[in-house]
C-alpha cells in the first residue's frame, strides 16, 4: 500500500505519564509536531478566534486574557452536556489546524499529532502508527498530584474519563515506558525513530 506525504504518528498517554517529555524529545529528533492542547490554548488565548462562541455558549467564561479556564472549567466539569457543547465549538478548529500544519509539513518523512484523548475521541483513525506513554501507576499518581491545584478526587474524576493505561498500551503500536530515567526515555524514542524511520 503506498501512502503519499508524511507517516503519522499518534501521541497520547493518560494524565501525569510523560507524554509532553517525549513530545519534546520527538521534536529534537527533527520530526514536526502538531500539539492538539497547544492548539486549544491557543484558539482559547488573548484575541483567540473562539472566544466569540464561548461567550456566547457560556457567558461570563472569557476575558481580555482569553478563556478564564476557572470559569469554563466550572462551567463544563462533571457536566456532559455543557462539554459537548464545548466540545463542537473546539474540536473543528482544532481539526482545521491540523489540517494547515499537515499541508504544511507535507514532504517530511514523519509528523507526530500529540493528542491527550486520541483513543477516547477517535483521533486513532486518523493517524498511521501509535505511541503510547506510559508509566506505572505509584509513577503516574505521584506525578499527578505534585502538580499545582491537582487533589486525589479531581485526579480520580480525570482517570474515568480516560482510556485506562492498559488498554491504551494493548492498543499502541509502541509503548514508551518513562518510569526510568530521562536517558533511558531518551534512548527508547531514538531507538524507535529509528526503526520508524527504517520502516516507512
Known amino acids: 500500500m503506498s501512502k503519499t506525504g508524511p507517516l503519522i504518528i499518534g501521541l497520547t498517554g493518560s494524565i501525569a505519564m510523560g507524554k509532553s517529555t517525549v513530545a519534546a ?3 529534537e529528533e527533527g520530526i514536526p509536531l502538531f500539539d492538539a492542547d497547544a492548539e486549544v490554548y491557543r484558539l ?7 472566544l466569540p ?7 461570563g467564561t472569557t476575558g481580555p486574557e482569553g478563556v478564564l479556564r476557572q470559569k469554563l472549567g466550572a462551567a463544563v466539569f462533571g457536566n456532559p452536556d455543557q462539554l459537548k457543547i464545548l466540545e463542537a465549538i473546539v474540536h473543528p478548529a482544532v481539526a482545521e489546524a491540523r489540517r494547515q500544519f ?5 514532504d517530511a518523512p514523519m509528523v507526530v499529532f500529540d493528542i491527550p484523548l486520541l483513543f ?19 509513577v503516574q499518581r505521584a506525578r499527578a ?4 491545584g491537582m487533589t ?15 488498554e491504551k498500551r494493548a492498543r499502541a503500536d509502541h509503548v514508551i515506558d518513562t518510569g526510568t530515567s530521562l536517558a533511558e526515555t531518551r534512548a527508547q ?5 529509528k526503526n520508524l524511520q527504517q520502516s516507512h
Open 189 to 193: 524514542v531514538r531507538a524507535l525513530v
Open 152 to 166: 486525589a478526587e479531581k485526579f480520580d474524576h480525570i482517570l474515568t474519563l480516560q482510556t485506562p493505561d492498559a
Open 145 to 148: 498530584l505534585a502538580r499545582e
Open 102 to 106: 499537515l499541508a504544511e509539513h507535507d
Open 25 to 27: 524529545m520527538l521534536v
Open 53 to 59: 462562541a464561548i461567550e456566547t455558549a457560556f457567558p
Open 44 to 50: 482559547q488565548g488573548p484575541k483567540g478566534a473562539l
Open 120 to 138: 477516547e475521541k477517535g483521533g486513532y483513525q486518523g493517524v498511521d502508527t501509535i505511541i503510547v506513554v506510559s508509566a506505572p501507576a505509584p
